[in-house]
C-alpha cells in the first residue's frame, strides 16, 4: 500500500520538527459517523462480504500458521473454530459498516465456546493468539486496496478494530477463566470427597465410581504441620488473609511438584497428604520438602508412611502418632517416618512402663522452675551458660537447681545414663499431660 504509506508519512511530524511541549491527541473520524466506513469508494466490510468462504480460508490459515491450532481434530476446526470464525466475521461486518461494537448477547457463543474449550483443556494463549490473527488477517484484507484519500476511514477502522480485538479478548478470556476456576472448584470437591473416603477406608473402586478420579494401588500418606507465617504473628496485618495466603501458596507448590496427583485434605496449620506411590511419579523427600518450605514461607513438619491403598487409614494413624511424637519431643523442621523414631516411639507407648517414666519427674510437680530448668538446660546442649540466659538467670542459680534436681530425682545430668533418663522422662511426662487434657 505505497499510497497509504505516503499518507501516513505525510500525517506523521518529521524528525526535523521542533518538539512541542505536549503530545497533540487528535480524534479522527470520517466524513459521516452514519454511513460505513469505506476504503477504495466503497464498503470496507465488502471484502469480508462471503462469511462461508472466507471463515473456511481463516481455518486453514489458523491450522497453517497458529502452531497449536494444527493439533486440534478436525472436528474442532471444522466445526467449533469455523462456526466461531463466522460470528466473528458477521460482528466485524457489522462494526465496520455501523460503527458500532457488539453487546453482550452477541458475543454470547463467542463466551461458550471459551467455556467449551476452557473445559477441553485447548491453552488459553492459543485460543487468544487466533483471535489475534484473525483480526489481524481481517484487517489486511480490509485495507489491501486502500488508496491515499482514504487515510481517516482508515484511522478510524483501525481505532475500531482494535477496541472489536479488546471486546473479543475480554469476553473470551474471562469466560474461559470463570469455566477453568468452576472446573477447579468440581474437581478439589471430588478431590476432598475421595481423600475423606480412603482416610475413612472405603473400597477405592467405589470411591473411584463415585469422584471420576482414577485411585492408585499405592499412597504415600504423610501429615504436615505449618508452622504460622511471620505475618500471622503481625497484629498490624489481617492475620486470616495471611494465613490463606499461605495455604494457597502450600497448595500450590503441592499441585505442583505432584503433578496435580496429590490428594490433599489441608489448613493453614497442616492436614493430610495422599501421594500416588510408584516408580514413575515423585514422592515427598528431604529435598521437595524444603522446596514446599520455601513455596510456603514457614517452616514445615512432615511425618510419612507408604503402603496399599486399602492400608491409608491405619497409615494415616500412624503418621498422626508420629506427628504427635515429632512435636513433643521438639525435632527441628523435617521429614520424619516411623524408623526415624523407634526408639522415642516405642518407650512413650501408653501403658505401665510410660506412666513409671512419667512418674520419674513428680517429685517436681511442685517446683515447675525447676522442671523448665530441666526442659532447657537440655535443649541448650547441657550449657549453662546458655540456660542461665534463656531464663535470665545467673550460671550459679542453674547449677543449684541442677544439684536440687538430681536429690529429688535421681537424674543425675553430669552422668550420660542420666541425660538419656532425663530426656525420655520429660517425653512420657509430656505424652501422659496431653492424654490426660483429652480426656
Known sequence: MPNIERAIATATPSADAPPSSAVEVR??????TDSPIRVAGRPASR?????????RQMVGHFADNVVPCGTLPGEQLHGDVTAVTQTCLRLAIKVLDGQSLPDDAQLAQLREAAAQWARE???LDTIIHTYHEGIRVGFDLVTSKAEETDLEDLLHAFRLTM????????????AYVDEQRLVASQHQSASQTLISALLSGHTASVVARQTGIPVAPRYQVVTLAVAPHPDELDNRVNTKIAARRKLRRLQSGI??????????LLSDSGGTVLIPSDDIRPVLTDELLAELSTQAEAPILATHATGATADIPALADETHELMELVRAIR???GLYRM?????????????PARDHLASTLDPLAGHPELLETLRVHLETGLNRKSTGRRMHIHPNTVD???RRIAQTTGIDLTLPEGISRAHIALLALELQEKADARR
Open 121 to 123: 483443556g485447548v491453552p
Open 339 to 351: 524408623q526415624d523414631l523407634l526408639i522415642e516411639y516405642q518407650i512413650t507407648r501408653p501403658g
Open 255 to 264: 499441585a505442583t511438584l505432584f503433578d496435580g496427583q496429590a490428594l490433599t
Open 331 to 333: 525435632r527441628p523442621a
Open 47 to 55: 471484502t469480508l462480504a462471503d462469511i462461508s468462504a472466507l471463515a
Open 27 to 32: 480524534t479522527v473520524t470520517p466524513a459521516s
Open 163 to 174: 477496541q472489536l480485538l479488546d471486546t473479543f479478548t475480554v469476553a473470551v478470556s474471562t
Open 400 to 402: 543449684y537447681r541442677l
